[in-house]
Structures are given as C-alpha cells and as structure tokens.
C-alpha cells in the first residue's frame, strides 16, 4: 500500500502560488462595517441573489460591495474573499450567540476597527 503526499510535486499550493488567504486577514481593518458584513455572509457561498435578500438590498449593491472588498484585501476573485471571510469568522462575526467563537476568545469588536 503506497501513501500518496497531500501536496503536488511536495511543494505546498500556498507557497508555489504565492497566495496565501491568511495574509489577507490582516486587512480586514481597510474594511467598512457594511462590507465586513457582506464578506461575512460571502462565506456562506450565496450567491448575489440570496445574498441581496439577506442584506435587504439590490443585487447590482452586492456586486459593489463584492468588487471593493476583493480589491481591498487584496484578492483577484469573490471565491479568494469567501475563503478569506471563513478564516476570518471570529474577526468578523459580532454575534455572541454564535457557536462559532469559542468561549475564551476576545469580543469581535476588541480585534478589529472599523475603516
Ligand atoms: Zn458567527
């Protein structure tokens, strides 16, 4: 029985594409409230229409916000922002009921500053 490795070629995807999605997180902060918002549901993986019925605004308002928020942090696709917002829940996410954040950590708010 052979052990095939995770990564192509050895070489991490990360570092052989230069791309990392954590670097990303560290620009959260050139964010305005609305659009930490948006990337935030943007993680769900909805699409413009759903994600326009969530905000309560029009779809062409979703591809907006989705076109700064790409360029502001950084990344080339909304798919490079969703994985972003994932890694990045517990920065974005003010729902303290949310089951998500684990119990020791900081209040969203303490981390990261509005625009
Ligand atoms: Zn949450």
Request: charged content about 25%; glycine content about 6%; some cysteine.
């Amino acid at each position: 029985m052979t052990t095939r490795s995770v990564t192509v070629n050895g070489n991490c995807s990360y570092r052989r594409t230069g791309h990392d999605p954590e670097s990303a997180v560290l620009r959260l902060a050139r964010l305005t409230g609305r659009e930490r918002e948006v990337l935030l549901l943007l993680g769900t993986g909805l699409g413009n229409r759903e994600l326009a019925r969530e905000l309560g605004i029009a779809e062409r308002t979703v591809k907006a916000h989705i076109a700064n928020i790409v360029e502001k942090i950084g990344q080339r696709t909304r798919t490079q922002a969703a994985i972003v917002s994932a890694l990045a829940h517990d920065a974005l996410c003010a729902d303290r009921a949310c089951t998500r954040h684990r119990m020791t950590e900081p209040a969203p708010e303490q981390r990261i500053r509005a625009a």
